[in-house]
Each structure stands twice: as C-alpha cells, then as structure tokens.
C-alpha cells in the first residue's frame, strides 16, 4: 500500500540557519512520483517539485534541494540559509503510475511538517 | 482558464443542510482530483475524475458525499446533511499528465455549525 511518512510534526529554526525535512515513503511500485508542496499560512499549496523513481539525481534550485534515495525509500528536502518567508508547513506527496497516459489516480500525502523560521 | 478555480471560497451553512462545492480546473485538463484538508491535518483524498468518469472514489467518506463532472470541465461536490466533522477546507486540483504534476485550487473552507 501506499504510505508517506513526515516524522517531524514541527521544526523551528532561526533565519540563515539550514533545516531538512524528511519524508519516508512505501510503495510497491516500480514506476512512482514524488512531490514536495508547500502550504504558506494564505492556504494555496504551492508545487516545489516533482521526482519519478527513475531518476536519482540530486536536485538544487536556488535554496532548496532534494535528496532521493531509493535505498532508504527517501526524499528529504533541505532548506539552506532559511528565511522569515520559508514559514509554512510542507507536504510530501507519492503517487503511483497507473493508466491514462500517465496521470494516475492520486497524490497520497504525508501529514506535512510545520516550520517556523525565526527573525 | 489560468489556474483551478474553487467556489465558493468560504461557505457556513447549518448542520443538516446540503451543499454544493464547485470546481473550474485548467482548461484540457482530463483528470481531476477532490480533496479534504481538516483543520492542522494532512491532505485526505475524497475523489479522482478522468474525463467525466469517477474511477477512483475510494476516498468518499460517506454515502453523503457525491461528486459529478460534466463536459470533461466543471466538478461540483455535494454534501448531503452535512454534519459539524465535515468541516475542513475542500481542495481541488487537476492535471494534464502526470509528469507535468498536479494544480491546486485555493481551496473552499466549509462551516458546519
């Protein structure tokens, strides 16, 4: 069955520091998609990235990078030198292949972490 | 259009009415997804639409909640005799292909009191 886990309920961090949330994930899928969201206090989730089980390159945009490992059923997602502005509470998402050209049934998503960054 | 839109984006209503929650993805999008964000909870999946078909609606909490879409377009959820644990922020999203990823609406935030 599908299953995304985000052991870190909340995370506080002050401004300039580096923080990384986990997420663990099960599926027995060989074909999958991984996400990060992020949810800022306005409500709208905000897409950061998406990752298929095939590709385990690392990834770098600006601050934000991702880790995937598949050794561990891993995506942990760090933030480097946090700001005021990376407050918000992030999910991790999975979503398996499925027909359709693609487009499967659903995300399943992790019960998120809360990071409070502070000035 | 641009981006999901949701409506209406805060409703109240009284406990055993019914209500209706209406969604507007991205133009061509062909499948479309319904979920239930409770107050400091996780994001629960309700129902996912390809076209105007419903093959996944595992998530339906109850026989209360239904979901339509017509025109391969608009999706209206319906709750019937609503209940105060329905509650919670309804969100909307679609997507063309998968690797394209998913678009979230902003979402209705439903008041049962």
């Known amino acids: 069955a599908q299953k995304v886990t985000q052991a870190q309920t909340e995370i506080s961090v002050v401004e300039k520091e580096d923080v990384t949330l986990d997420c663990v994930y099960e599926t027995r899928d060989t074909t999958y998609y991984l996400f990060w969201y992020k949810q800022p206090p306005s409500g709208e989730l905000v897409f950061l990235i998406r990752?298929?089980?095939?590709?385990?390159q690392n990834e770098i945009s600006g601050r934000y990078s991702w880790n995937f490992q598949k050794s561990t059923s891993s995506f942990n997602f760090t933030i480097t030198a946090s700001q005021v502005v990376d407050s918000a509470v992030y999910f991790c998402?999975?979503?398996?292949?499925?027909?359709?050209?693609?487009?499967?049934?659903?995300?399943?998503f992790g019960t998120g972490t809360l990071l409070a960054v502070q000035p | 259009g641009a981006g999901v839109s949701q409506s209406p984006s805060n409703k109240v209503t009284e406990k055993g009415k019914d209500v209706e929650l209406r969604c507007d993805p991205i133009s061509g999008h062909t499948a479309l997804y319904w979920y239930r964000q409770s107050l400091g909870q996780g994001l629960e999946f309700l129902i996912y639409f390809q076209g105007n078909s419903a093959p996944d609606k595992s998530g339906l909490p109850s026989d209360r909640f239904s979901a339509e879409r017509t025109g391969g377009s608009v999706s209206t959820l319906t709750i019937q005799r609503t209940q105060q644990e329905d509650s919670a922020v309804y969100l909307c999203?679609?997507?063309?292909?998968?690797?394209?990823?998913?678009?979230f609406g902003s979402g209705t935030r439903l008041t049962v009191v």
């Open positions: 999203a679609s997507s063309l292909v998968l690797r394209f990823g998913y678009t």
């Open positions: 990752r298929n089980s095939f590709d385990e």
């Open positions: 998402a999975l979503s398996e292949e499925g027909g359709y050209g693609g487009a499967t049934n659903k995300l399943i």
